[in-house]
């Protein structure tokens, strides 16, 4: 089954919902990021703290992905760090051992960078305790991200295509979950 968009709502409840797990702040901050930046999983997992901290230990307004770790590995991309983002990463960050700049922002419990597998049991288990697991993976989260791009820049296609960092408009689409109706009422109101 492919990944649906989470819904305003139970975005909230996922973050909540992790409030109250034994990793916290990790939670909160890896399913913020990957809801407030449209990372796919494999670039926020990617990302270390020297990417989204200068050396004083402030959060930066923006993180660049290599483009090693983009989709098609053809360039990098920046992203703007939304406030929530900053959020998470200072108070991950603040309760983190192992800080160094190379370090990753995402650790496993064994050290080193957090696994893909690990990241989806995370959001399948935070879909379990919403009683709503179909559909719902880590990229259901980027889905988020464009559908509310699309709804706030007015149903500008170009803008969440861009946000999303797509090399062509022909895939946005999808993400943004433009229905037959709407599709036939702007046909039938011309």
Known sequence: MKARPITDDEFTKLLHEQ???RYAARGVC?????????????????IRIGDVMDTSG?????????????????ESRTIPLHHQVRT????????????HAGAYVFQSQKGGRLSRIQA????????????????????????????????????????????LGHSSV???????????AEVKTAILSL
């Not at 402030?58 to 660049?64: A, M, R, Y």
């Not at 998470?88 to 800080?99: G, P, S, T, Y």
């Not at 022909?170 to 037959?180: E, F, K, M, R």
């Open 19 to 21: 409030e109250h797990n």
């Open 30 to 46: 890896l399913f913020t990021v990957l809801g407030r930046t449209g990372l796919r999983i494999s670039e926020a997992l990617s």
């Open 58 to 74: 402030k959060v930066l307004g923006s993180v660049t992905v290599a483009r090693t770790n983009c989709k098609g590995k053809k």
């Open 88 to 99: 998470a990463i200072e108070v991950l960050v603040a309760n983190m051992e192992d800080k």
């Open 120 to 163: 989806w049991r995370l959001v399948k288990q935070a879909a379990r305790s919403l009683g709503e697991i179909r559909g719902i993976s880590p990229h259901s989260f980027r889905k988020f991200l464009g559908a509310s791009v699309y709804r706030i820049s007015g149903r500008c296609i170009v803008t969440t295509q861009r946000a």
């Open 170 to 180: 022909q895939w946005t689409p999808i993400y943004v979950g433009i229905a037959d």
